[in-house]
């Protein structure tokens, strides 16, 4: 009985260092998201001379949403 018992303690506490592993990785991913839409904010000012936000502008004007 001990030693299942002890298996599956092993076996929860992985789990749960996964889940805060994707947890960690999820968290910084979002926080990528947020810089590069604080970027597509700034396309709102025309008066950047940002070179990424010139090419954004110019990919819109591409490439038309359906």
């Known amino acids: 009985m001990q030693i299942e018992d002890n298996k599956e303690l092993k ?22 998201i947020n810089k590069i839409l604080g970027r597509f904010q700034m396309t709102e000012d025309k008066q950047s001379n940002d070179p990424f936000i010139k090419v954004m502008e110019q ?8």
Do not use: P, T
């Not at 789990?15 to 991913?29: F, G, N, P």
């Not at 990919?59 to 359906?66: A, F, K, M, T, V």
């Open 59 to 66: 990919g819109e004007s591409d490439h038309e949403l359906i």
């Open 11 to 32: 076996l929860l506490r992985s789990k749960v260092k996964y889940l805060e592993d994707r947890i960690e990785v999820m968290a910084k991913s979002i926080g990528s």
